[in-house]
């Protein structure tokens, strides 16, 4: 593969981690604030 090609998949993959790692993130923050409100 050429260079150019390698930074488009790494782009792709840093983009998809990132978007991931975000939705992952807002589930959990929505989890522990159902439980806070069944909790009170």
Not at 17 to 33: E, P, S
């Amino acid at each position: 593969m050429e260079r150019k090609e390698w930074k488009t998949w790494l782009g792709r993959f840093g983009v998809a981690g990132f978007m991931f790692f975000l939705a992952k993130g807002l589930v959990w923050i929505a989890v522990f604030m159902g439980a806070f409100k069944a909790c009170t």
